[in-house]
Structures are given as C-alpha cells and as structure tokens.
C-alpha cells in the first residue's frame, strides 16, 4: 500500500457484479493454468476513480496494466475484451509473452476466428510453416498440458 499516492487502493471486484466478465476471466484463467502453471489466477479489481469505478484485469497480487474494462455487446466481444486486458497486465507486469506457442515457442495474439475468440500465432519463419490457430480461447488446454514447474525425478529402472 503507498500512504503517498493519493489513489484509493484496488478492490476487489464483488462476486456476482459483473457476471459476463467472471465468465470470460473464467476462460482466460483456464488458459493461464496451461500456460503459466506457476501463476495464481488472475482477478478483477476496481480502482474507485472521481465517484465512477474503473475494472481491470489484475494479477492474483493485485497489479495490473492498460485499459480498465469497458461494456461489450456480445459474449465474444466481452470475452475479446477481457483477455485483452489479462495479456496487457500478464505482458507489462511479467515481462513476458504470454501465451506461447509451444509449437513455435511464440506469443500468441487474440482474435476472432469467425466469432470464436481464439488464440493465433504468426507459426515459423520457414516456408510452410504459416500462421495457425492454436486454439479457441479457454481451450488451451485441448492441445497443450500444464507443464509442471519442477520437474520430477525418473524413477530408476530396476533390473531384474
Ligand atoms: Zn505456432
């Protein structure tokens, strides 16, 4: 907490306030637990700004970067939105790119793949190796397993 900022400090976002946007961080934190196993989930907190209140994307610290969350249309639009802001604060607050490809250990970009938010990546610098859609946003776990932080020990094989 800074005594000096002169900010009000972040909040928590109330359960249930913001229904669409818990259902895309849902989503986007399913990625995350593929992705970057070691991080705990990210969350929604409010910064109370001139009476309105500002919702961003937030590490489970409670940092976050770029824009505060705005009202969207539909559930692909919100859902846009939503990992938008994650990626920004994962990116700036981490230092990292996030997610990767583990095909071409690259940082995918959201888009919309015929109204499904997906997550692309540019795929290799070699000829026929072309952009490619990984997969759709909160299934990545369809293609890649979380890796585990530390790596387990062989067993040693008996001889019999
Ligand atoms: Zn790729």
């Known amino acids: 907490m800074s005594a000096f900022s002169g900010r009000p400090e972040p909040r928590d ?9 818990d259902e895309a961080l849902a989503a ?4 995350l637990a593929v992705s970057a196993p070691e991080q ?8 109370p700004e001139t009476g309105d209140e500002y919702v961003y994307v937030a590490l489970s610290n409670g ?16 859902l846009m939105a939503v990992v938008e802001a994650a990626q920004d604060t994962v990116t700036e ?5 996030w997610p ?16 499904r938010p997906s997550w692309w990546c540019a795929g290799g ?3 026929g190796d072309p952009a490619h859609v990984r997969a759709t946003i909160g299934e990545l776990d369809t293609v890649d397993r979380a890796r ?9 094989r008996r001889l019999r």
């Open 93 to 97: 607050r981490l230092w990292r790119a």
């Open 100 to 115: 990767l490809c583990t095909v071409h250990d690259l940082g995918m970009h959201p888009r919309d793949i015929d109204g």
């Open 40 to 47: 705990r989930p990210l969350r929604l907190i409010v910064y």
């Open 125 to 127: 610098a070699r000829k």
């Open 63 to 78: 940092e976050a970067h770029g824009s505060s969350l705005t009202e969207a249309e539909t559930a692909a639009e919100t």
């Open 148 to 156: 585990p932080v530390t790596r387990k020990r062989p067993k040693a």
């Open 13 to 21: 976002v109330p359960v249930g306030a913001y229904p669409r946007w």
């Open 28 to 31: 986007v934190n399913r990625d």
